[in-house]
C-alpha cells in the first residue's frame, strides 16, 4: 500500500525518492540528530506517490507528455509558455477525498503536538531529485510561509504541486540532465520557527568564495529568512574557525556588520509583509557569540553526519529564544571532486572602479552590460552579456546561466526564575542580582569540562532576561520523594546528565517523563588559593552561630556568649585561645546572671551565661569584613581552614547522633557558608526545613570533621550504604550482559534504581577491565559527579526568567532552593554565482543607476572581498598551475601576505605557513583611524566643542565606529579578525605577525593621525618600528596591538601565531618591547609563542650574537638592509640603480645573518623578494642554509620551480 503521509521520525536519508531531498534530509536530522542536541521543528511529508495520485486522478499526467514534447529548450519563449500550461493544470486539479482527508488529519495532529488550534505552518516543495551532492535545486521550487487552516495549507500544497514546472525548475533540470516527468514533487508541512521575531539566515561548512574547509560561514538577518536565501538584504556575516572550535575556543574569527534595513514579519491572515528595520537594530548583530557557536557546532555535527560539506538553513523562534535547523543539503559549489589546479587571474590597472560591492568568486568578467528591472524582460537577455539588476531571485536563473558576469544593487544571518542562585567567585548570588551587576562588573561561575569531566572556573559572557508562561517547579532529591527542594525553570531548559556513559543534554521535560536522573556535584575547586590561618576559620564559625558584632561611629566590639557548663568550656577556651593568638587581644569574661522570658505563654527561667568581649573597635570592623566575604574566603581558603570553619559552627549549632552530624541553621548566610565548605571539601549533605530552621545533616567523612570539634565529639562507623549515587540504567544499560554482578545489575536497571558509586568501582569495573567502558566508567567515578533523580509539574504563573552564558564550556552549576548544585545548559545571486563559476558583484546600491544597456564594463573580483566595475575592457591575465606536480625543496617556502581577504584562497598555493604577515593593511584599510585617536576618543569629543578641525575628526569616528560604544574595540576587533584570518588560513603552519610599522608620514594618512604624529623630513630613518613601541606618546597604542593579537591567540585559539618585532636598532630597545608585550599578555615561550628580530639594519647583523640572546630568531628584510648598507634614500630615482641585493656587501651581511642563526639553533628566514626576483640569490641563501623564504603569493609557483632547478643542477 502506498504511503501518502509520512512524518520526519518515520524518514530517513534514503528516502529521497519517495518524499525527496528536502524532506528527507529533515527526517534525517529530526531522527538522528535530536539526540546530539540539534533542534529540528516537528512536521511531515506529503510523499511523491500522493503527488503522482493527485495527477492521476486529475489525468493530468498524460496532458504534461503532450505540452513537453512540444518543448523547445533552447528558446525561452518556449520555456515560459511551456511551464505556464503545465501549471495552470495541476492548479486547476482537485483533491481526491481520501488524499484531502489525510492530509487535513495530520495536519490536526501537528496542531495538536503543538497545543494550537490551527498552527502555523511552512509549506515547501521537496523534488525527489532534489539536493543531490553535484546539483542545488535550492530556489527551484516554491514555498509558502505562515499557512494555517484547513484551506489555506490545501491552496499551498496544490501551489507547490504547480511548482516543479516554473521557468527555472524547467531550466535547471534540463541543464542538469533530470527528466521532467520522472521527477515528482513531495511537499514538507512543518512547524513554523518565529524568527520573524528574531533572525534567521543561512550557513556553509566551508568558505563558498574559496572552498576553504576549515571555517563555517554563517549569514544572519532580522526576520524570516527568504530575504536571506533570495540575497535581498545584504546579511550579517560571522566565520567560525572548526579546529580551535573543536577544542573549546570561542574560534568567531570575524564578524562583519551587513545592512539589515528590511525585514520579513507575520502578516495578519497568513503570509508575510516587509518592515523596516529600526535604526538602532541596524547597527546590532542579529546573533549572540554564543548563538554563532552553537550554530558552528550543529554545522560541524552535520557535515560530520552527512561525510560532506553543507549548505544550511536555520531559524531563531523569538518566543522561546531556541534556534532551529530547517534544512540541510549537500553544499554543490565545492562537493563536486576538483582537480587540483590554482588558477590565478591577474588584473592591473591605474583606472578608478566606477562601483564596488561585494564579491562573489576571484575571477574577472567582461562583455556588454545588460540592465534588466523586471524578470518579464530575461527573454531579451543575449549570451555573454553583464546582467545588470536591481535584484536577482531564482527566476532569473535563465539568464545568470549565460551571462559573462552578474552585478546587483542589493543582497550580501531557556531559563531559570530569577531568585535561582548560581556560585560566582563573589558567592552565592540570584540570577536576577547578576542580571543588574553583569555590565559593571566581571564574574565567573563553575562549569563543567566536557572532555575531563572536571569543574572549572569560567567568565560569565552574557546575561539575559524575558518573560515566560513555561514555566515548571522541578523537584530535585536522591530518592524522588522529599519535596521542597526545587528550581522553577522553563520546560524546554536542557540539563546535563548521562547516556550509556556519554555526557548528554536533554530538555527537563523529557527527563522527567523519561524518569532520568540529572546530574549534581559533590566537590568543587577553589576559585584561588589563600593560605588564612586555620584558627580563623574556626573563630569565624563560632561567631556565625553564638557571636555577636557591633559597631557605631565611635565604638565597637565583638562577644561571644555561652553557657559556662562541662560539655561546652573546650569550645570556649578554643575561642578564647584562637582569638587572642590571631588578634593579640585576650578575651575578657563576664558572667551573666540568670533571665527569665515567656515562651508561648509559659515562663520560662533561664540559666547563668558566659559572655566573652573584645571592646576594641579596630578588631570589630576586621572581622565584619571577613564575615561580609565570608563566601569569598571559603571558596579560596585551604582544606585545613574549611575544616575549622565547619567546626566552629558545629561547636556552636550542631549536634552528633546516629552517625551524622546535624546543624541547625537559620540564618540564610551561614546556610550558604556551611554549603560552600561541603561542596569544596567534597562532604555529601542534606538540607531538611523544618519551620523556620534549616537542618543540615552531614553523612560523609564525620572523623575527619570530628578531628577539628572541641564541644561535638561522636566516631563515624562504617556506613552501609554510600551517599553518592548513579542512575544504573543510565551509565549500564548497554553493557548489562558484560557487568550484571550476582545478577543484580538487571533488576537495577529493570527497576531504574541508583547504584552507589563504590558498588560501581569495586564490583562492576573489575567485570570489564581493560576496555574502553571500563575507562568511561573509571572517569566518571573519578569525576566530582554524582545523579540525582528528578520529579516537575507546570507552573500556571508568567514571570521574568533568566539565562547566563558561560565561555568556553556553555554549561554551569545553579543551585536549588536548598543549595544541591545541579549542571545544566547555557541558555540568491551568490549561490549561483558561485555554482556557475560567473563572477558576481552584490550590494552596489546604484548599479542599474550608474550603468546603461550597452557600455562595455569589467567586472573583478581578485582583490578579496571587494569587487570592482570599471568602464571598458581591462587586459588581465589567466594563469593555471596544476599543484599535483609542483615538486617539493628543501628550503621551507612562506609567504608574505598583507589582506586577509586574499588569505582562504592563497593557502592553498604550496607552502610552509605565512614569513610575513603585514598589519599595516589592515590598519588603512580595516580601521582607517589612528589608534591613538581611538585610545583618546572622549577626549577628542570633548575638545571638538571649540575646535573645528577635531569636530570633523570625531564626526569621522563616529561614522565608522558607530556600532562600538568603546571605540577601542573597533581597533581591537579589526585587528584580531584580520591577523585571525590569516592565522587560520595557514593552521596549523606558523603565522609571523610584524607589528605595525609604518612611518610618521604614513600614520599620519590615518584619520586623527595628524594630531599625534610629527612631520618627519625622512621618515624612513625616523620614529619608526621599536623605538615607537616603548615611547609613552605612542605606547597605548603599541599595547592596543598586543592585546588584539591575545585575542586572536588566547580567545580564538590561534597559537600557531608568532610575533615579530621591526626596525629594532639595539638590544636594549628590544628588552624593552619584550618587557612591554609581557606586559599586555604575550609572553615569549608561552603556549608556543615566538618572538622573531626584524634583520633590516646593519647593527641587527653587527650585533647578531646580542640580539638573539633576546629573541627567538632573524628574519632578513632584504629591501631595508640594502637601503641602510649602501645608504640609499629608496625615495630617490637618482640612486635607484644602486640598490641591489645582490651586492657583496648586502650579501656579506646576509651571510654572517644565517650562519650565527645556524650555530645557535635559531629561526632564520628572508621576507624580501630578492629569492623570486633573482633566481641568483636564492641559490646563494640557500648555499648558506637559509630555512625559510618568505614570498608574496603571486611569486610563489615561479620561485618554487626555479629553486627546484636550482637542486637539479647541484
Known sequence: ????????????????????????????????????????????????????????????????????????????????????????????????????????????????????????????????????????????????????????????????????????????????????????????????????????????????????????????????????VKGKIIPDTFYVFKPTLKEGYKAIIRKDLGKKDRKLVYKKGGGLKEVKVSQKDQLKFSLSDDEILTLAKWAMILEEHYGMHQDIEWAKDGKT???????????????????????????????????????????????????????????????????????????????????????????????????????????????????????????????????????????????????SSNLMRVEISQTGRMKGNFLEVTSDHKFLTFKNRNLISEEIKDIISKKECVLSVFKIPPFRNKNLPPQLGYLLGAIMTDGNIYLTQRRGGVSFIQKPTKEKLPFINAVSRYFSEIFKCNLHFIKKLPTEGIIRGKKIKGGECLALKCYKKEIAEVILQKKEKLEEILLSAQDEFLFNFLAGVIDGDGTFFERRIQIFCSDEKLLRAISICCLRLGINFYVIKNRTIKNILIVDKIDEIIKFTKRVKGEGKKVKFGSRFFAAKQLLEDIANLVNYKGRIFLYIKNNLLIDAEKIKNYVIPLIEGTKENHELTRIIDSPLKMLRVKGKKISVKKRVYNIEVEDNHNYLVFTSRLTPILVENCHAAIIGRELGIPAIVGTRFATKVLKTGQEVTVDCTSGSVGRIFLGKIPFKVKKYDLEKIPKVKTKIMINIGAPDIAFKTSFLPNDGVGLARIEFILAEKIRIHPLALYHYQKLKREAKRNKKIKEIVEKIEEITIEHKDKKEHFYKELAEGIAQIAAAFWPKPVIVRFSDFKTNEYRQL????????????????????????????????????????????????????????????????????????????????????????CEIPSNVILAEEFLKIFDGFSIGSNDLTQLVLGLDRDSALVAKVGDERNEAVKEMVKRVIKICNQKKKYCGICGQAPSDWPEFAEFIMREGIQSMSINPDTVIKTILNLAKIRVKR
Open 1 to 228: 500500500m502506498k504511503k501518502y503521509i509520512l512524518w520526519f521520525k518515520e524518514i530517513s536519508k534514503d528516502d529521497v525518492p519517495l518524499v525527496g531531498g528536502k524532506n528527507a534530509s529533515l527526517g534525517e536530522m529530526f531522527s538522528k540528530l535530536s539526540k546530539k542536541g540539534i533542534q529540528i521543528p516537528n512536521g511531515f511529508a506529503i510523499t511523491a506517490d500522493a503527488f503522482r495520485y493527485f495527477l492521476r486522478f486529475n489525468e493530468i499526467d498524460e496532458r504534461l507528455k503532450e505540452i513537453f514534447e512540444k518543448f523547445d529548450p533552447k528558446n525561452i519563449q518556449s520555456l515560459k509558455e511551456t511551464g505556464k500550461r503545465a501549471r495552470n493544470l495541476i492548479l486547476k486539479g482537485k483533491f481526491p477525498q481520501d488524499l484531502e482527508k489525510e492530509i487535513l488529519e495530520n495536519y490536526r495532529k501537528l496542531s495538536k503536538i503543538y497545543g494550537q488550534k490551527n498552527v502555523d505552518v511552512a509549506v515547501r516543495s521537496s523534488a525527489t531529485a532534489e539536493d543531490l551532492a553535484t546539483a542545488s535545486f535550492a530556489g527551484q521550487h516554491e514555498s509558502y510561509i505562515n499557512i494555517s487552516g484547513n484551506e489555506n495549507l490545501l491552496k499551498a500544497v496544490k501551489k507547490c504541486f504547480a511548482s516543479l514546472f516554473t521557468d527555472r525548475a524547467i531550466a535547471y533540470r534540463e541543464e542538469k540532465g533530470f527528466e521532467h516527468l520522472k521527477v515528482a514533487l513531495s511537499v514538507c508541512v512543518q512547524k513554523m520557527v518565529r524568527s520573524d521575531l528574531a533572525s534567521s539566515g543561512v550557513m556553509f561548512t566551508l568558505d563558498t568564495e574559496t572552498g576553504f574547509e576549515n571555517v563555517v560561514l554563517i549569514n544572519s538577518i532580522f526576520g524570516q529568512g527568504e530575504m536571506i
Open 321 to 467: 529564544n531556541q534556534l532551529f535547523i530547517v534544512q540541510s543539503r549537500p553544499e554543490t559549489v565545492h562537493a563536486p571532486k576538483k582537480e587540483r589546479v590554482y588558477e590565478e587571474y591577474e588584473i592591473k590597472t591605474t583606472k578608478k572602479p566606477i562601483l564596488t560591492g561585494i564579491a562573489i568568486g576571484n575571477k574577472v568578467g567582461q562583455g556588454k552590460v545588460h540592465v534588466i528591472e523586471d524578470v518579464s524582460k530575461i527573454g531579451e537577455f543575449k549570451k555573454g552579456e553583464v546582467l545588470v539588476t536591481r535584484m536577482t531571485d531564482p527566476d532569473w536563473v535563465v539568464a545568470m546561466r549565460i551571462a559573462s558576469a552578474i552585478v546587483t544593487d542589493e543582497g550580501g544571518r531557556t531559563c531559570f526564575s530569577g531568585e535561582t542562585k548560581i556560585l560566582t567567585d563573589k558567592g552565592f548570588l540570584s540570577l536576577e542580582e547578576i542580571f543588574k551587576r553583569f555590565k559593571n562588573e566581571e564574574m565567573k561561575t563553575l562549569s563543567l569540562n566536557r572532555k575531563t569531566l572536571r569543574l572549572e572556573w569560567k567568565k560569565i559572557s552574557n546575561v539575559f532576561s524575558r518573560e
Open 1007 to 1094: 584619520i586623527g593621525g595628524e594630531l599625534f604624529e610629527p612631520e618627519e623630513s625622512n621618515p624612513m630613518l625616523g620614529w619608526r618600528g621599536a623605538s615607537r613601541y616603548y615611547d609613552p606618546k605612542f605606547q597605548p597604542a603599541f599595547e592596543m596591538e598586543c592585546k588584539a593579537i591575545k585575542r586572536a591567540r588566547e580567545e580564538f585559539g590561534l597559537k600557531n601565531i608568532w610575533v615579530m618585532i621591526p626596525f629594532c636598532r639595539t638590544p636594549e630597545e628590544g628588552r624593552k618591547v619584550l618587557e612591554l608585550i609581557e606586559k599586555n599578555g604575550l609572553k615569549k615561550g608561552k603556549d608556543g609563542l615566538k618572538v622573531i628580530c626584524m
